[in-house]
């Protein structure tokens, strides 16, 4: 099992940043991806960054140029930098970790971000 444990979460008004970290522990894989996925109600779950053990990222294009997504692979740990923030980057948000073992799928418990005046 791996567990994951989200901070830095919290209320920024619009053009403010916020920065999040997430930190796996328990049975953890060297090779792996951790990201970032976010929730509003009425909408499904969606993903905001995601970033591989070899350090290649991927974004969604609603964050592309203002949220940066880093890990620091010996500690298990990913972040999302998120600068430029607009009102609808309000939402839950979700780290998750994958590895290639079957059933090692798992989810931060969330972090509210909300961003408004």
Known sequence: QVRLVESGGGSVQPGGSLRLSCAASGDVFSI???????????????????????????????????????????KNTVYLQMSSLKSEDTAVYYCNYRDYRPGYDAWGQGTQVTVSS
């Open 32 to 74: 792996n991806a951790m990201g970032w996925y976010r929730q509003t109600p009425g909408k499904q779950r969606e993903l905001v960054a995601i970033i591989s053990s070899g350090g290649s990222p991927n974004y969604a294009a609603s964050v592309k140029g203002r949220f940066t997504i880093s890990r620091d692979v010996a």
